[in-house]
Nanobody, 115 residues
Framework: QVQLVESGGGLVQPGGSLRLSCAAS????????MAWYRQAPGNERELVAS???????TYADSVKGRFTISRNNAKKTVVLEMNSLKPEDTAVYYC?????????WGQGTQVTVSS
């Protein structure tokens, strides 16, 4: 059984920072790729960043240089550090992993960037 629980969202001014965390209840966490997605109202869910089991990160062009994804296999957590936030980063952010059967999602955490 896979459970993902996000935390750390909130309201921040443009240019500010937030740190999102995902706690995973997964027995094989260390061999899974993990990812963060986001979905703004009226938009499709989009990939923000992912990290391979070896720790190699990839980023959407829109967040490169501003966001950093990392993982701690001992704690089974994935963190998304978000800096220089923009109003267009406003969305619900979801933690994700997948296997051959399906995608797994957390409940999401709201990030609002507004003055």
């Amino acid at each position: 059984q896979v459970q993902l629980v996000e935390s750390g969202g909130g309201l921040v001014q443009p240019g500010g920072s937030l740190r999102l965390s995902c706690a995973a209840s997964i027995t094989d966490f260390s061999i899974r790729s993990m990812a963060w997605y986001r979905q703004a109202p009226g938009n499709e869910r989009e990939l923000v960043a992912s990290i391979s089991r070896s720790g190699r990160p990839t980023y959407a062009d829109s967040v490169k240089g501003r966001f950093t994804i990392s993982r701690n296999n001992a704690k089974k957590t994935v963190v998304l550090e978000m800096n220089s936030l923009k109003p267009e980063d406003t969305a619900v952010y979801y933690c994700n992993t997948a296997d051959s059967l399906r995608n797994y999602w957390g409940q999401g955490t709201q990030v609002t960037v507004s003055s």
